[in-house]
């Protein structure tokens, strides 16, 4: 499929997806009943799991930015920006906190819903092409 770089075929649209999903119910639930991200403070007084929690964020954000660069079309562009700015803000509000990031939830769960949302539009295309027969 030409629109597509890394979702080449249905199989890996539904993976993506699925993976989509996953996190925003994971977002979703930090929204309503998850603690408040204190922040970094000081790097010193900063808990292993704070610390650990920034750099799987950090790696994450960093392959979903490589996959929006290497990505072709524009929903395949589309969907890895939603995701990448969702893992960012992630990053920003594990680093800085709530209070100095108040929107980082919120903007968590927008932009996984709206990855979704492009993902189904993404799964769409490829059932339509595997269903045309090209």
Known sequence: MGGFAI?????????????????????????????????MGTPASASTG??????????VSSVLLWLLVISRGWMEKTYFAFCTISAASGLLRTLAGD??????????VVML???????????????AMAESGS
């Open 113 to 127: 819903m709206s990855a979704i949302l492009v993902g189904l539009l993404i799964t769409r295309a490829h059932s």
């Open 50 to 59: 704070t610390w650990v929690l920034c750099g799987i964020y950090f790696l």
């Open 99 to 108: 209070s100095a990031f108040p929107v980082g939830r919120h903007l968590r």
């Open 7 to 39: 979702l080449t075929n249905r199989k890996r649209a539904i993976i993506a997806l699925a993976h989509a999903v996953v996190f925003c119910v994971i977002a979703t639930w930090q929204l309503v009943a998850g603690p408040i991200a204190r922040g």
